[in-house]
């Protein structure tokens, strides 16, 4: 399995940047999707998760914020960032978990440990 992030960058305060995660290697149709973040000197934190029946989850600093989405066709995950502060700033990196048994009515996780696939990360530098 191979996951390749995009879509990093530098941006003010208040802006917005879309990251997207491109999946290639798996075809099994349950899964977990996710994205997690890593700030210099601090814990690998997630963000955002999807299943594989389109639950999501978010971490509480960025409800409201962010969105994650994915495109089955295009083998695709996306982050849509609004509304950027400063502490977002760190590597975000993709993550997949597959196959995964999905429960209807449950939501992925955001634990590190619950993936098992993991992208090089990409960039987000936001600016007071």
């Known amino acids: 399995v191979q996951l390749v992030e995009s879509g990093g960058g530098s941006v003010q305060a208040g802006g917005s940047l879309r990251l997207s995660c491109a999946a290639s290697g798996y075809t099994y149709n349950s899964y977990w999707m996710g994205w997690f973040r890593q700030a210099p000197g601090k814990e690998r934190e997630g963000v955002a998760a999807?299943?594989?029946?389109?639950?999501?989850n978010y971490a509480d600093s960025v409800k409201g914020r962010f969105t994650i989405s994915v495109d089955n066709a295009k083998n695709t995950l996306y982050l849509e960032m609004n509304s950027l502060k400063p502490e977002d700033t760190a590597m975000y990196y993709c993550?997949?978990?597959?196959?995964?048994?999905?429960?209807?009515?449950?939501?992925?996780?955001?634990?590190?440990?619950?993936?098992?696939?993991w992208g090089q990360g990409t960039q987000v530098t936001v600016s007071s």
């Open positions: 993550t997949a978990d597959s196959p995964r048994t999905v429960v209807p009515g449950s939501f992925p996780g955001l634990g590190d440990y619950e993936y098992n696939y």
């Open positions: 999807i299943d594989s029946d389109g639950s999501t």
